[in-house]
Nanobody, 124 residues
Framework: VQLQASGGGLVQAGGPLRLSCSASGRTFSTGRMGWFRQAPGREPEFVAAISWSVGRPYYADSVKGRFTISRNNTKNTAYLQMNSLKPEDTAVYYC??????????????????WGQGTQVTVSS
C-alpha cells in the first residue's frame, strides 16, 4: 500500500488549504484514513480521521470547526480541508491508513500505512 499526500504549501493566517491523500496498491472497504501532523521539536499529533465505510469524521479539539475531513471511496482518496489557518497549524502533515481491526483512531500506532508528508506553513 502506498499513500501519496499532496496540497501543502505556504498560506497566510486565516487562509485555506486542501490536502489530499491517495491510496494505491489495495482497495479498502473498512478502517479509517487519518491525518497527523508534526511540528519541529514536537511529537506527532492527531488531526483528523474518517471511517471509510460510513464516512464518520473524528477531529482533534485544536482543529474542530476549522478543518473538515472527507473521502472519495471510488478514488481511494481522503481530503483535509483546512480553513481559518493559524500559525500554530504549521507542521508536516502525514496521512495514514488503518485496516478494520482497530477500535481507536487517534494514536499513530493504530495505523499501518503512512504517506511521505506534506509541509504546511502558515505565516502570521
Amino acid at each position: 500500500v502506498q499513500l501519496q499526500a499532496s496540497g501543502g504549501g505556504l498560506v497566510q493566517a486565516g487562509g485555506p488549504l486542501r490536502l489530499s491523500c491517495s491510496a494505491s496498491g489495495r482497495t479498502f472497504s473498512t478502517g479509517r484514513m487519518g491525518w497527523f501532523r508534526q511540528a519541529p521539536g514536537r511529537e506527532p499529533e492527531f488531526v483528523a480521521a474518517i471511517s471509510w465505510s460510513v464516512g464518520r469524521p473524528y477531529y482533534a479539539d485544536s482543529v474542530k470547526g476549522r478543518f473538515t475531513i472527507s473521502r472519495n471511496n471510488t478514488k481511494n482518496t481522503a481530503y483535509l480541508q483546512m480553513n481559518s489557518l493559524k500559525p500554530e497549524d504549521t507542521a508536516v502533515y502525514y496521512c495514514a491508513r488503518q485496516d478494520g481491526r482497530w477500535s481507536g483512531y487517534a494514536l499513530k500506532e493504530e495505523y499501518e500505512y503512512w504517506g511521505q508528508g506534506t509541509q504546511v506553513t502558515v505565516s502570521s
